[in-house]
């Protein structure tokens, strides 16, 4: 990364994979606004590993607008929150601010959270003022961050809106950490002193689908109780001794009936429902055990997160002769 241009006091990331039917408008409404705020500033685009039109279209824009925008292509998809993080690495600004490339958040929102940190915040969160997803979603989405936040006790009121802003001390934090799978607003939350929330706009998506299925959601959570918490393993514990416990007494209950009362069938079925159900826990169990488990496995290996493959920047000789 090139750290010899003037430092601007805003960095725009924005993770991009396959949104090449929604890039053009992203550049059209995303440009005006910031040159509206009236302060200096960059866009960095990471592209996730596209195989659309994506890098070629990032490129030409990049020859459009040097001055203010560079692009970091990967060699292959990492996954958003990655892209993310490469985006910090190689943001200078002062003021980080991650959107989306699908225009779900105006860009002409970016204004609100930037007034909020030069109030004294070093984290803004967003909360959307009327949501523009499908039902399912919606109560998908609310129902994992009321679980998440009682696991976790990170209070993120909208953990999947993308429109959130960062200082430079909390990015430089989160730049030392070497973790393989993380989930950047509660790592932030956990490094802020001082975070803050504001309510946005929202809109659907300008064209393309969204890369969140209902898998992805499920996912994402599993990954962010389990990186951010132990109460799973703890609660399960606790479980496990709660139900050995029941089983030394019903096994008790069940010798007493067959010495005094003698051997019987009817309760056969009974038998085989709480057996059932014990091994569903033990499976449920061994699953949540493999979580903890491959999360260590995937550290250990000290693989790279990414791979960058490509930056294309505006060198700083370029600007000192633009300017002579």
Known sequence: MNRDLPLPELSIVIP????????????????????????????????????????????????LRPDVTRVV??????????????????????????LDADLQNPPEEIGVL????????????????????????TWASKAMNHVREKITSIKITDQGNMLRAYGRNVVD?????????????ALAYRFARNPAEVVVEHEERSAGESKYSLYSLIRLNFDLVTGFSLVPLQFYSMLGMLMSIASAVLVGLLLVRRLFLGAEAEGVFTLFAITFFLMGVILFGIGLLGEYIGRIYQQVRARPRYVVQAILEQKAEMVQSARL
Not at 35 to 57: A, C, H, K, M, P
Not at 84 to 90: C, T
């Open 173 to 185: 934090l989160m730049n030392r950490c070497g973790e393989v799978n993380t989930f950047v607003p």
């Open 114 to 137: 930037v007034e909020k940190m030069r109030q004294g915040h070093d984290y803004v969160g967003s909360i959307r003022r009327k949501r523009r997803d499908s039902a399912w979603r």
């Open 73 to 98: 292509l990967f060699n292959g998809n990492y996954g958003q929150h990655m892209a993310i993080l490469a985006g910090f690495e190689a943001a200078r600004g002062d003021i980080m601010v991650t």
């Open 16 to 63: 991009v994979y396959n949104e090449e039917a929604g890039l053009p408008a992203l550049f059209a409404r995303l440009y005006p606004a910031l040159d509206r705020l009236q302060t200096s500033y960059e866009i960095i685009f990471i592209n996730d590993g596209s195989r659309d039109r994506s890098v070629g279209i990032l490129a030409e824009q990049f020859r």
